[in-house]
């Protein structure tokens, strides 16, 4: 059907492009393998060599940083944290934001070694499982049986991926070299149900399993083998399957700026975070205000155009804003009280809007 003369039409979405660079970008390299094979050597190593900046140092639950300075020509920053997870993730943000800063003055690239990825992931885990025992079912479950198996939510399990994902997005996308070291070794194989299958065997990378999906350049070191890459993301390299790549007299040095051919000209991985809408960052941010003043500038600031959010998302953050107000409202209980009656509440209410006619009558 036409459109009735003098009807607004909607914009034309323009078509948005760019010539590919061809530039070979900087490598997330996962490094896993046996206890003693070399994996923390060959980072500390590779800190000493010339071709690169400062490297940062995120030791989780391994306690060799200090120790592998001693290798001759190391030279790396370990970096301070607390051990929780969102120290952890602004210690790589930082790092991150240090790799821009040293890309955009065309220095050296900066790089990121985590020892280990299977230390952050164990946390990530015994933090879903501390979870799934608060749960009120789990709670009255275990109060009968303490060594009851008890079932955790998909939902627990979502929420431990997507703060891993958030950290491994930093690392993907790093201006510079990030380094990921785990345990690797070889289990029985299991079936669909968890139970092992006799006389098969397989190869268990310690971590969340796309690790491997996820880097660009995946190695793995045995004690009496040479290291072998398993995958490489490359037009320089080839890796047959089921046909790893042996390297000898192997360095991340030379895996990096000779075999892969990164250079001072390399950029980090062009991949913008895909969302499946705007809201988020607004609800995070709707969460840390303690203001009401603040929440309604918010509340009005929302359907600027600018904000580029759908009328559904504008009625999200809205009503986020109008229940944090609320919040601020009710006044807080004391530890072991119970939850306000009506009365109370209504007493509240009276008391504030008491203070708002005092304060006008002052005005």
């Known amino acids: 059907m036409n459109a009735p003369a003098g009807d607004a039409k909607p914009p034309a979405v323009k078509l948005k492009t760019r010539k590919p660079t061809g530039i070979v970008p900087w490598p997330l390299l996962l490094i ?5 094979a070399g994996k923390t050597y060959s980072a500390a190593q590779f800190s000493g060599s010339k071709r690169i900046g400062q490297m940062y140092w995120i030791d989780l639950d391994e306690g060799s940083a200090d120790e592998y300075a001693a290798i001759e020509g190391a030279n790396y920053e370990i970096i301070d944290h607390d051990g929780t997870y969102r120290d952890i993730l602004e210690q790589v943000e930082a790092v991150a934001a240090e790799a821009r800063r040293a890309a955009a003055a065309g220095k050296p690239p900066v790089v990121l070694t985590i020892d280990s990825g299977s230390a952050l992931w164990r946390m990530l885990t015994n933090w879903t499982y501390e979870r799934g025992r608060r749960s009120r079912k789990n709670r009255a479950l275990l109060q009968e049986d303490p060594d009851a198996a008890y079932d955790i939510g998909r939902n627990l399990w979502n929420d431990a991926n997507e703060r891993w994902n958030r950290i491994i997005y930093l690392l993907r996308t790093l201006p510079g070299i990030a380094i990921v070291l785990a345990r690797g070794k070889q289990v029985s194989a299991t079936d669909d ?7 098969r065997y397989e190869w268990k990378v310690s ?6 999906f996820d880097s660009s350049c995946w190695i793995r070191m045995k004690r009496n083998a040479d290291p072998q890459v398993i995958k490489v993301r490359s037009l320089r390299m080839c890796v047959e399957e089921r046909k790893p790549l042996t390297l000898r007299d192997f360095s991340i040095e030379d895996l990096v700026f000779n075999r892969l051919g990164c250079s001072v000209q390399s950029q980090p991985r062009i991949m913008p975070a895909l969302v499946g809408d705007l809201v988020q960052p607004w609800l995070t941010r709707i969460a840390e205000l303690g203001d009401k003043e603040q929440l309604g500038a918010l509340w009005r600031s929302v359907p600027d155009p600018a904000n580029r959010l759908s009328r559904e998302e504008i009625a999200t953050v809205r009503a986020a804003a109008e229940q944090r107000a609320a919040e601020l409202d009710t006044p807080r209980r004391e530890m072991g009280e119970g939850p306000l009656s009506d009365a109370e509440k209504l007493r509240a209410a009276a008391k504030r809007k008491a203070a708002e006619q005092d304060a006008d009558a002052e005005q």
């Open 32 to 36: 896993e393998g046996e206890e003693g």
């Open 193 to 199: 149900n968890g139970q092992p299958i006799s006389n």
């Open 207 to 212: 971590a969340q399993k796309d690790l491997g």
